[in-house]
């Protein structure tokens, strides 16, 4: 089974920015679907950025214009660059292999306003 460790989180003013890293073990990156989740307390985990297998993307409405996802199939690593951050960016983000329903174990990022 694949392992994901997130890392990259932390405590950043509005308007700030962050990346997060997701390293992946294993032989399969490169044939995966990666995605980032997060989860806000007393919420719902939502899916917030999708890159396929030929990096491909996608987001979600309320981080479109402010992140960008992105992989690099020879360091088995994806990341998020999260720029103009608010406070409602806070939550734990989830690194996620989606084709094989692997989950790493999060990083907190949390926003000041």
């Known amino acids: 089974q694949a392992q994901l460790v997130e890392s990259g989180g932390g405590l950043v003013q509005a308007g700030g920015s962050l990346r997060l890293s997701c390293v992946a073990s294993g032989s399969s990156f490169s044939i995966s679907v990666m995605g980032w989740y997060r989860q806000a307390p007393g919420k719902q985990r939502e899916l917030v950025a999708v890159?396929?297998?030929?990096?491909?993307?996608s987001y979600a409405d309320s981080v479109k214009g402010r992140f960008i996802i992105s992989r690099d199939n020879d360091k088995n690593t994806v990341y998020l660059q999260m720029n103009s951050l608010k406070p409602e960016d806070s939550a734990v983000y989830y690194c996620?292999?989606?084709?094989?329903?692997?989950w790493g174990q999060g990083t907190q990022v949390t926003v000041s306003s």
């Open positions: 890159t396929g297998v030929r990096s491909s993307t």
């Open positions: 996620s292999d989606m084709t094989r329903s692997y």
